[in-house]
Protein backbone atom coordinates (compact mmCIF):
# COMPACT_ATOMS: atom_id res chain seq x y z
CA UNK A 1 0.00 0.00 0.00
CA UNK A 2 1.49 3.14 -1.18
CA UNK A 3 -0.12 5.44 1.40
CA UNK A 4 -1.71 8.73 0.02
CA UNK A 5 0.21 9.84 -2.80
CA UNK A 6 0.04 13.75 -3.77
CA UNK A 7 1.87 15.18 -6.51
CA UNK A 8 3.28 17.42 -7.79
CA UNK A 9 5.99 17.94 -4.54
CA UNK A 10 6.44 21.26 -5.94
CA UNK A 11 4.59 23.75 -8.16
CA UNK A 12 5.51 27.04 -9.14
CA UNK A 13 3.02 29.37 -11.06
CA UNK A 14 3.15 32.66 -12.39
CA UNK A 15 0.32 35.06 -10.87
CA UNK A 16 -2.37 35.08 -12.52
CA UNK A 17 -1.91 31.28 -13.49
CA UNK A 18 -3.87 27.94 -12.75
CA UNK A 19 -2.86 25.27 -9.82
CA UNK A 20 -3.71 21.89 -10.16
CA UNK A 21 -2.96 19.67 -7.13
CA UNK A 22 -3.72 15.78 -7.09
CA UNK A 23 -4.32 13.52 -4.69
CA UNK A 24 -4.65 9.99 -4.76
CA UNK A 25 -5.78 8.16 -1.80
CA UNK A 26 -4.90 5.03 -0.30
CA UNK A 27 -6.38 1.69 -1.63
CA UNK A 28 -10.02 1.63 -1.02
CA UNK A 29 -10.22 4.68 0.76
CA UNK A 30 -13.18 6.64 -0.73
CA UNK A 31 -12.74 9.95 2.04
CA UNK A 32 -10.35 12.54 0.77
CA UNK A 33 -9.55 15.63 2.97
CA UNK A 34 -7.50 18.79 2.00
CA UNK A 35 -5.57 20.94 3.87
CA UNK A 36 -3.56 24.19 3.53
CA UNK A 37 -0.44 24.74 5.82
CA UNK A 38 1.00 28.58 5.80
CA UNK A 39 4.48 28.36 6.99
CA UNK A 40 5.12 28.24 10.78
CA UNK A 41 0.87 27.49 11.14
CA UNK A 42 -0.90 23.88 11.64
CA UNK A 43 -2.87 22.87 9.14
CA UNK A 44 -6.12 24.49 8.41
CA UNK A 45 -8.66 22.24 6.73
CA UNK A 46 -10.33 23.29 3.93
CA UNK A 47 -12.88 20.51 1.85
CA UNK A 48 -14.01 17.26 2.63
CA UNK A 49 -15.10 15.14 -0.54
CA UNK A 50 -16.52 11.18 -1.07
CA UNK A 51 -16.52 9.98 -4.06
CA UNK A 52 -18.31 12.24 -7.23
CA UNK A 53 -19.04 14.53 -4.05
CA UNK A 54 -18.48 17.50 -1.73
CA UNK A 55 -19.29 16.98 1.96
CA UNK A 56 -17.93 19.99 3.35
CA UNK A 57 -16.35 23.17 1.54
CA UNK A 58 -16.75 25.20 4.22
CA UNK A 59 -12.66 25.80 4.73
CA UNK A 60 -12.37 26.83 0.99
CA UNK A 61 -11.90 29.72 0.00
CA UNK A 62 -15.29 31.70 -1.82
CA UNK A 63 -13.61 32.46 -4.91
CA UNK A 64 -11.15 30.73 -6.87
CA UNK A 65 -10.82 27.56 -5.35
CA UNK A 66 -12.51 24.14 -6.51
CA UNK A 67 -12.42 20.44 -5.09
CA UNK A 68 -13.25 17.68 -7.12
CA UNK A 69 -13.22 13.58 -6.45
CA UNK A 70 -14.03 12.08 -9.44
CA UNK A 71 -15.23 8.16 -9.51
CA UNK A 72 -12.52 7.33 -11.12
CA UNK A 73 -8.56 9.29 -10.51
CA UNK A 74 -7.51 11.02 -8.05
CA UNK A 75 -8.86 14.22 -6.04
CA UNK A 76 -7.86 17.14 -7.69
CA UNK A 77 -7.41 20.86 -5.92
CA UNK A 78 -7.91 23.22 -8.62
CA UNK A 79 -6.84 27.12 -7.84
CA UNK A 80 -7.60 29.57 -10.69
CA UNK A 81 -6.00 32.93 -11.04
CA UNK A 82 -3.37 32.38 -8.48
CA UNK A 83 -1.93 34.98 -6.32
CA UNK A 84 1.09 35.28 -3.65
CA UNK A 85 -1.11 34.86 -0.97
CA UNK A 86 -1.46 31.18 -2.33
CA UNK A 87 1.65 30.16 -1.44
CA UNK A 88 1.34 27.61 1.02
CA UNK A 89 1.90 23.64 1.34
CA UNK A 90 -1.48 22.05 0.48
CA UNK A 91 -1.50 18.55 1.61
CA UNK A 92 -4.17 15.70 1.61
CA UNK A 93 -5.46 12.69 3.65
CA UNK A 94 -7.65 9.74 3.21
CA UNK A 95 -9.86 7.29 5.20
CA UNK A 96 -11.96 4.37 4.79
CA UNK A 97 -14.59 5.72 7.08
CA UNK A 98 -15.83 9.52 7.52
CA UNK A 99 -14.09 10.63 11.18
CA UNK A 100 -11.46 8.03 12.09
CA UNK A 101 -9.50 10.45 13.28
CA UNK A 102 -5.63 10.26 13.11
CA UNK A 103 -5.51 10.44 9.03
CA UNK A 104 -2.75 9.16 7.50
CA UNK A 105 -1.26 12.66 5.47
CA UNK A 106 0.20 12.74 1.93
CA UNK A 107 3.94 14.44 1.63
CA UNK A 108 2.11 17.65 0.40
CA UNK A 109 2.53 20.07 -2.59
CA UNK A 110 4.17 23.07 -2.11
CA UNK A 111 3.00 26.02 -4.60
CA UNK A 112 5.21 29.18 -4.82
CA UNK A 113 3.27 31.69 -6.87
CA UNK A 114 6.01 34.12 -8.39
CA UNK B 1 6.52 49.88 8.51
CA UNK B 2 8.95 47.17 10.58
CA UNK B 3 7.08 44.24 10.50
CA UNK B 4 7.30 41.64 13.47
CA UNK B 5 7.05 37.98 11.86
CA UNK B 6 5.39 34.63 13.89
CA UNK B 7 7.95 32.31 15.19
CA UNK B 8 7.21 28.90 16.27
CA UNK B 9 7.75 27.72 20.26
CA UNK B 10 10.85 25.84 20.28
CA UNK B 11 12.49 23.23 22.93
CA UNK B 12 15.88 22.55 22.34
CA UNK B 13 16.85 18.87 24.23
CA UNK B 14 20.01 16.68 24.96
CA UNK B 15 19.94 13.28 23.19
CA UNK B 16 19.14 11.31 25.73
CA UNK B 17 16.66 13.49 27.77
CA UNK B 18 13.26 13.73 28.22
CA UNK B 19 10.57 15.90 26.28
CA UNK B 20 7.98 17.22 27.35
CA UNK B 21 5.91 19.49 24.56
CA UNK B 22 2.87 21.16 25.24
CA UNK B 23 -0.55 22.62 23.89
CA UNK B 24 -3.27 24.33 24.84
CA UNK B 25 -6.81 23.61 23.29
CA UNK B 26 -9.63 25.90 22.71
CA UNK B 27 -12.84 23.85 22.11
CA UNK B 28 -14.33 22.06 25.71
CA UNK B 29 -16.18 19.91 23.05
CA UNK B 30 -13.68 18.30 21.30
CA UNK B 31 -13.29 14.89 22.47
CA UNK B 32 -10.59 13.35 20.37
CA UNK B 33 -7.02 14.61 20.18
CA UNK B 34 -3.93 13.41 18.26
CA UNK B 35 0.03 14.61 18.32
CA UNK B 36 1.43 14.61 14.86
CA UNK B 37 5.10 14.88 13.79
CA UNK B 38 6.40 17.09 10.88
CA UNK B 39 9.92 16.25 9.75
CA UNK B 40 10.60 19.04 7.06
CA UNK B 41 9.73 18.69 3.61
CA UNK B 42 7.38 16.25 4.47
CA UNK B 43 3.31 15.40 5.88
CA UNK B 44 2.37 15.43 9.18
CA UNK B 45 3.19 12.05 10.65
CA UNK B 46 0.56 10.40 13.34
CA UNK B 47 2.05 9.73 16.57
CA UNK B 48 -0.44 8.87 19.21
CA UNK B 49 -3.87 9.93 19.96
CA UNK B 50 -6.24 10.32 22.89
CA UNK B 51 -9.89 10.31 23.54
CA UNK B 52 -11.30 12.57 26.06
CA UNK B 53 -12.37 9.60 28.34
CA UNK B 54 -8.85 8.99 29.28
CA UNK B 55 -6.49 11.10 30.97
CA UNK B 56 -3.09 9.05 29.34
CA UNK B 57 -2.28 6.63 27.16
CA UNK B 58 1.18 5.59 26.23
CA UNK B 59 2.79 4.05 22.70
CA UNK B 60 6.50 3.18 22.32
CA UNK B 61 8.51 6.06 23.91
CA UNK B 62 5.75 8.54 24.12
CA UNK B 63 2.87 9.16 26.73
CA UNK B 64 0.47 11.61 25.88
CA UNK B 65 -1.43 13.48 28.64
CA UNK B 66 -4.79 15.16 28.97
CA UNK B 67 -6.23 17.33 31.04
CA UNK B 68 -9.77 18.42 30.29
CA UNK B 69 -10.00 20.87 33.14
CA UNK B 70 -7.58 23.17 31.83
CA UNK B 71 -7.91 22.34 28.38
CA UNK B 72 -4.12 21.07 28.48
CA UNK B 73 -2.78 17.99 26.70
CA UNK B 74 0.74 17.04 26.48
CA UNK B 75 3.33 14.60 24.83
CA UNK B 76 6.19 13.00 26.58
CA UNK B 77 9.20 11.74 24.21
CA UNK B 78 11.27 9.65 26.52
CA UNK B 79 15.24 9.45 25.39
CA UNK B 80 15.34 11.88 22.89
CA UNK B 81 16.91 10.79 20.08
CA UNK B 82 18.18 13.08 17.09
CA UNK B 83 15.80 11.61 14.39
CA UNK B 84 12.93 13.08 16.80
CA UNK B 85 14.03 16.92 15.89
CA UNK B 86 11.21 17.73 14.01
CA UNK B 87 7.81 19.93 14.46
CA UNK B 88 5.01 18.84 16.75
CA UNK B 89 1.34 19.71 16.20
CA UNK B 90 -1.44 18.52 18.19
CA UNK B 91 -4.93 18.22 16.88
CA UNK B 92 -8.44 18.49 18.26
CA UNK B 93 -11.33 16.77 16.72
CA UNK B 94 -15.18 16.73 18.01
CA UNK B 95 -15.77 13.08 17.10
CA UNK B 96 -19.19 12.74 17.31
CA UNK B 97 -22.11 14.77 15.74
CA UNK B 98 -21.88 15.67 11.95
CA UNK B 99 -18.42 17.32 11.67
CA UNK B 100 -16.45 14.91 13.17
CA UNK B 101 -13.77 14.31 10.74
CA UNK B 102 -12.41 18.01 10.66
CA UNK B 103 -9.37 18.36 12.72
CA UNK B 104 -7.95 21.85 14.28
CA UNK B 105 -4.24 22.00 14.38
CA UNK B 106 -2.67 23.98 16.68
CA UNK B 107 0.58 26.29 15.75
CA UNK B 108 3.65 23.40 16.39
CA UNK B 109 6.53 23.52 18.53
CA UNK B 110 9.65 23.21 16.95
CA UNK B 111 11.56 19.82 18.97
CA UNK B 112 15.73 20.11 18.46
CA UNK B 113 17.48 17.28 19.95
CA UNK B 114 21.37 18.28 20.24
CA UNK B 115 23.63 15.32 19.89
Known amino acids: NAGVMQNPRHLVRRRGQEARLRCSPMKGHSHVYWYRQLPEEGLKFMVY????????ESGMPKERFSAEFPKEGPSILRIQQVVRGDSAAYFCASSLEQGEGGYTFGSGTRLTVV | GESVGLHLPTLSVQEGDNSIINCAYS??????FIWYKQESGKGPQFIIDIRSNMDKRQGQRVTVLLNKTVKHLSLQIAATQPGDSAVYFC??????????????FGKGTLLTVNP
Open chain 2, 27 to 32: NSASDY
Open chain 2, 91 to 104: AENKNSGGSNYKLT
Open chain 1, 49 to 56: LQKENIID
